[in-house]
């Protein structure tokens, strides 16, 4: 188990300004604090894209209007649900209530803990990462089980049901997406992950597997739309006929807490699908060494947020362009469809890896 | 490694290989026809290799393929084969009064991964191959429990099944860690040195207690019995039988490979603890039987008996008893698919409980000549198989020198003599009612043939089972 | 080689964690918090497994009881969504009722096994802290998962744990098929009947199956 400095100027400049015995905490702190800004400033811009997308992709006005560029729409937005009271109903279960709105964004935080953002840029490697990330997603499910049921409504319950059996189902076949990549990496660390696709593109886990890549990533792509509740896979919510599934009776803060691990939740999902499939902070290669040494000039992280944007784009373009599925439909789609066929891609990518039948 | 060393461990890979084939053709099959003829062709032919073929041991990743392996797991493919007999009218519309099973194929694979799951127990090299092996012989058997459709017992049987049966798996975990943090090891060679080395450990004692106690729920020992009557009742009929017969074998197999081998050193000092059970199940199973009415409740209390005076085997010493444990097993199977045989055909048109019985005598006599036999048997009268079965285990304890105990023992069969009696009376003198006689099919007709001759040349020359009884003694 | 104190406070409030936790567990009366306060005792659970630098096993603790299983029992008990009736003791059984057994004397047994289980255990631990040294393992990848991995899958045919592994996975298939026996029972009209589309008041009890009600 690593742990890496922040970043080499900045950190050493504020560690060099403590005392000796600080100096250590300073790695710890400047990480954590740098993941809360990170997610509060990356929430607010991911509200404001999908605002956007959402308005291109559907005609839709007001995100277009509000400020330059329609940049003061989020603020609004935020105001909004601050200034709003925090609504206790009559009838739900104190406990479950209040602590539901907090556990999806603990899971969202614990699991950028481990996000290579670039080579020293990762608050933790842990050997087993990749475990690590599936098991504190968990807690998001049981914020939503927990609030669903807490709200003491029966849309909320109705709604956090279908949200678990949704979530139950397409983990199963996210996690055999992301055993294939740990396979052809030889390791669960997701900074070896990363480090394993050095080399061309054509070294990325999409490409490297003929065949088995791709469909790992439009697998990996599928369900974890499933899993982040967005559409056209967001039956949870599903507001012609829940009204708001699992939040209805959250208000002000605590539904901007689920609102806000969405958006943060979508971020990490991004940057693991990334960092799996397109070689994570790694720079694209051409084997043109003029465009390669271009391409290189950018630092890492940058490359880590273009690719992230990239299949953040995806996932918006997803929910603004293909209807709601029904629940049994979607149920389908998972285990008679996805799951049988992440087996056979998983059993397909053994074979492509024991025989090396792999890109150059 | 070669292909020649696989060949000892051929029954258990072809056994994984059919129960498989079962599930998958299953799902092509309409009727369940093709599942049904798939499961005891391959049953057969299973007993056929276990019986005549390779004959060496091997040991491959703690799996240790012994001659008395050998045994126990041939009396498992024979009742688990008897089960698929006798199930077969239950799945046909009109076959049993109580009602239609269905889904075949489901139900022979789970009794095929059950079966796979006590070749794994008495295969056992490490305490975790046995556990895993406990669990895969009783948790098939939560679900067949509940297999009857729509019937509250049969989902009452299921639940109380499963909580019983999750909690002495609890146990015997419990058990099992403690053993590994008494002696550091879970393999069994090393486990016995263990043992021999340290034999008052007290976490050892802590580890055998609550293995014993969660053993003896699978046995249906006394005080550990309660489940068995409801769920026995409440199961449907092949079930009960696979559970009173296949189940209750791997019980006492679980028992005996743990206890006649790394564990030997600690039985002389267990003693009075075994002998407490038996007789506290003997009587507990002895009184429980006379007031039934029900005839599976009535198996389910007769059995308890049965364990009873298997578990005097346990005082014996090691081959004597291991001999006398499967030579007993034998003889009730015999008998106790016997008598399934007849509650399978009362209960094509009543109900299967004793006055389901009533007038069989005139209704077909071969039948209540059948229940005799099976009866006297049970009893342990003399020229019948079950005499010789309480033969060999009393004098397997009486050879220890606990005559005290056979003496109990043999109070305790006369007691059941006067119950078993009651089924005979059903049959021979109550009152028969307007029943119409029972027309057996050729097939039918010559089970019953050969089951009676079975109890009878199994008491009168013993050579069979004796030479079963003695590849296991090993 | 002393164990630093950052791993002793660590442990010491893990362990008061899992304890109280794992007693309010028992004491709630709401089966819901008690699934909650059951994955409360797990986090500090795995955290004492990483304490013994077993961090993967702490990972797995996680992922497996409080990610997976917790939550479909929590889904279940919402799904049937009990509550205590009145008169009735958090701890099952009416109140001095024939047969069951009452809250205190399910407590005293309990107590009972408890403590003949710690007089048995106690010498043991105590021996095993006054012998056993507390220096690190310095196993190379001790714990990790590619030594687990070595452990499970290498040299198949003498690893005792080849066996072990394979039967749990007729385990799971014995578990699938019998779940979906049972979920497969209903016909086709009895789905609908239940369908989760139709109003929440008749489709949640959908474990009171027929099959429990007398014919």
Same mark, same amino acid.
């Given at each position: 188990?690593?742990?890496?400095? !922040? ?58 209007? !509000? ?68 098991? !504190? ?44 990549? !740990? ?95 397109l070689g994570g902070f790694l720079a694209p290669r051409f084997g043109v060494p003029p465009l390669d040494w271009a391409l290189a000039l950018l630092p890492g992280v940058v490359w880590f947020f273009v690719k992230v944007f990239a299949l953040i784009f995806l996932y918006m373009w997803f929910r603004w362009t293909f209807p709601r599925l029904r629940i049994d439909h979607l149920l389908s789609l998972e285990w008679k469809f996805l799951l049988p066929v992440s087996l056979a891609n998983l059993l397909l990518a053994a074979t492509l890896i024991t025989f090396k039948w792999m890109l150059p | 490694m070669t292909l020649a060393e696989f060949t000892p461990l051929l029954p258990d890979l072809l056994l994984l290989a059919l129960a498989l084939a079962v599930l998958k053709i299953d799902l092509w099959s309409e009727d369940g026809e093709a599942g049904f003829h798939l499961t005891w062709i391959g049953l057969a032919g299973l007993a056929l290799l276990l019986a005549f073929g390779s004959r060496s041991d091997a040991v491959f990743a703690d799996y240790h393929i012994t001659a008395a392996s050998r045994v126990w797991k041939l009396l498992f493919t024979l009742a688990t084969l008897a089960t698929v007999f006798l199930s077969r009218p239950y799945f046909r519309a009109g076959g049993n009064a109580r009602g239609t099973l269905a889904k075949s194929g489901a139900f022979f694979g789970l009794l095929l991964l059950c079966m796979q799951g006590m070749f794994a127990l008495v295969s056992a090299g490490n305490l975790i191959v046995f556990y895993l092996g406990l669990e895969l012989a009783t948790m098939p058997i939560y679900a067949l429990a509940a297999y009857q459709p729509r019937d509250a017992d049969s989902a009452e049987a299921g639940s109380k099944y499963v909580l019983m049966g999750g909690f002495s798996s609890a146990l015997t975990l419990f058990g099992i860690s403690f053993l590994y943090g008494a002696t550091g090891s879970l393999g069994f060679p090393a486990l016995e ?282 | ?215």
């Open positions: 188990m690593k742990a890496y400095a !922040v970043n080499h100027p900045i950190g050493d400049m504020i560690r060099g300004m403590l005392p000796a015995p600080w100096a250590a905490a300073a790695n710890g702190a400047l990480a954590v604090g740098l993941i809360a800004g990170l997610v509060t400033v990356m929430a607010i811009f991911l509200i404001w894209l999908e605002r956007k997308v959402c308005a291109h992709f559907q005609a839709r006005l007001g995100p277009t209007r !509000v400020g330059p560029f329609g940049l003061l729409q989020p603020i609004a937005d935020a105001i909004k649900l601050l200034m709003k009271e925090n609504l206790r109903p009559r009838g739900v279960d104190n406990l479950a209530y209040f602590l539901a709105p907090l556990l999806p964004i603990t899971g969202s935080f614990l699991v950028l803990a481990v996000m290579p953002f670039d080579h020293d840029l990762q608050v933790v490697d842990l050997p087993a990462g990749v475990v690590y990330v599936v098991a !504190v997603s968990g807690l998001g499910i049981l914020g939503i089980l927990i609030g669903g049921w807490g709200s003491n409504n029966k849309y909320s319950l109705l709604g956090s049901m279908r949200s678990g059996a949704q979530l139950f189902s397409y983990e199963l076949s996210l996690v055999l997406c992301m055993l294939l990549i !740990v396979m052809a990496s030889g390791s669960a660390s997701l900074r070896e992950i990363v480090l394993a696709q050095q080399g061309t593109v054509l070294d990325w886990w999409i490409f490297k597997l003929p065949v088995a890549g791709l469909l790992a990533f439009a697998l990996f792509m599928i369900s974890s739309t499933a899993e982040l509740n967005r559409g056209p896979l967001d039956l949870s919510e599903a507001e012609s006929e829940l009204t708001g599934g699992f939040h209805t009776e959250y208000a002000g803060i605590s539904f901007s807490m689920f609102f806000l691990a969405e958006f943060v939740n979508m971020f990490a999902s991004a940057g693991l699908g990334a960092t799996f499939f | 040195a263990a043992v021999r080395a340290a034999p008052a450990d007290p976490a050892l004692w802590g580890g055998i207690f609550f293995l014993l106690g969660g053993l003896g729920f699978k046995l249906a020992m006394a005080p550990l019995h309660m489940w068995a009557p409801d769920v026995y009742q409440g199961a449907p009929t092949p079930v009960m039988a696979f559970l009173s017969v296949a189940s209750k074998a791997a019980a006492v197999a679980a028992l005996a490979t743990l206890f006649l081998s790394p564990l030997n050193a600690v039985r002389p000092d267990l003693a009075p603890c075994f002998a407490a059970a038996a007789v506290l199940s003997m009587v507990a199973g002895n009184l429980g039987a006379m007031r039934q009415k029900d005839l599976r409740r009535f198996v389910a209390y007769s059995s308890v008996a049965q364990v009873g005076y298997m578990l005097l085997a346990m005082l014996g010493e090691g081959d004597g008893s291991r001999a006398a444990l499967v030579y007993n097993l034998v003889t009730y199977g015999v008998t106790g698919f016997a008598l399934y045989f007849i509650m399978g055909v009362i209960g094509k048109e009543g109900p299967e409980t004793m006055s389901g019985l009533r007038g069989l005598s005139r209704r077909h006599p071969g039948l209540a000549v059948l229940l005799v036999l099976c009866m006297f048997s049970l009893a342990g009268v003399p020229p019948l198989a079950g005499f010789l079965g309480k033969f060999m285990l009393f004098s397997a304890a009486a050879a220890e020198g606990h005559y005290l105990l056979v003496g109990i023992a043999v109070a305790n069969a006369v007691v059941s003599f006067y119950y078993y009696m009651l089924v005979v009376k059903e049959a021979y003198i109550a009152p028969p009612g307007e029943a119409a006689a029972i027309r057996l099919r050729p097939l039918q007709i010559m089970v019953l043939w050969g089951l009676g001759l079975a109890l009878l040349v199994l008491g009168v020359c013993p050579a069979p089972a004796d030479w079963l009884a003695r590849a296991a003694g090993n | 080689m002393p164990v630093s104190p950052v791993v002793e406070i660590t442990f010491a409030l893990s362990a008061l964690v899992i304890l109280l936790s794992s007693l309010a567990v028992v004491l709630v009366k709401n089966p819901v918090r008690a699934t909650l306060l059951l994955i409360v005792a797990f986090i500090p659970t795995s955290l004492v497994y990483i304490l013994l630098q077993a961090a993967f096993v702490g990972i797995l603790q996680i992922l497996v009881y409080a990610g997976a299983i917790m939550m479909l029992f929590t889904f279940v008990i919402m799904m049937i969504n009990p509550s205590p009736k009145d008169g009735e003791s958090p701890a099952g059984g009416s109140e001095g009722g024939e047969g069951g057994f009452s809250g205190m004397r399910g407590a005293l047994i309990g107590l009972l096994v408890v403590g003949a289980l710690g007089a048995l255990l106690l010498p043991k631990v105590y021996h095993a802290a006054s012998q056993v040294s507390v220096a690190p393992v310095t196993k190379p990848g001790f714990g990790e998962l590619s030594s687990i991995s070595a452990l499970l899958f290498e040299d198949p045919a003498n690893n005792p744990l080849t066996v072990s592994f394979e039967l749990i996975s007729f385990l799971i298939l014995v578990g699938i098929i019998a779940a979906l026996n049972f979920s497969r029972r209903k016909g086709a009209e009895a789905r609908m009947e239940n369908s989760i589309t139709t109003r929440p008041t008749e489709a949640l009890p959908i474990l009171q199956r027929e099959a429990l009600e007398p014919k």
